[in-house]
């Protein structure tokens, strides 16, 4: 993992990027190693509501008993979510801080505060927050 300011984006400040090593064969036997960004799958999109020029990628989508859609993140995704948020409010109004075992505690105005935690395949259910996101699946 390192952190990095996106190529493109409003974003100016570094966040984290997970990377994956690849050991393989060359093209004469020799190793090789290939570092890249781990490979994300995803089944649609999502944005703000008040902001639908920032678009990110959803692993997944959580159905709430009315039907309503939620989306499924990365840790990455997470992390440029959240940074948004505070630069889009007021920063005094949303603050985050990391939690044990990769939990991430949102807090918000009046005390409020969520916390997320990576489900068995590492990634976030962002329906806790219950922030008015516009989800847009994939039809496959």
Avoid: K
Avoid at 30 to 46: D, N, R, S
Avoid at 50 to 79: E, I, K, Q
Avoid at 124 to 137: E, G, K, N, S, T
């Amino acid at each position: 993992m390192l952190h990095r300011v996106p190529p493109h984006g409003r974003e100016t400040r570094a966040l984290r990027c997970t990377l994956v090593l690849h050991l393989h064969r060359g093209d004469h036997g020799e190793t090789v190693a290939t570092i890249g960004p781990a490979p994300t799958l995803q089944a649609g999109q999502f944005h703000l509501a008040d902001d639908p020029a920032t678009v990110w990628p959803a692993t997944g989508f959580d159905t709430d008993t009315s039907g309503r859609l939620s989306p499924v993140v990365d840790v990455d995704t997470l992390d440029e979510i959240l940074a948004a948020a505070t630069d889009i409010t007021d920063p005094s109004n949303i603050e985050v801080t990391p939690g044990v075992d990769g939990s991430v505690h949102v807090h918000e105005p009046g005390g409020v505060t969520h916390t997320l935690r990576p489900d068995h395949l590492g990634r976030y259910h962002l329906r806790p927050l219950d922030w008015p996101l516009v989800c847009r699946p994939f039809d496959f």
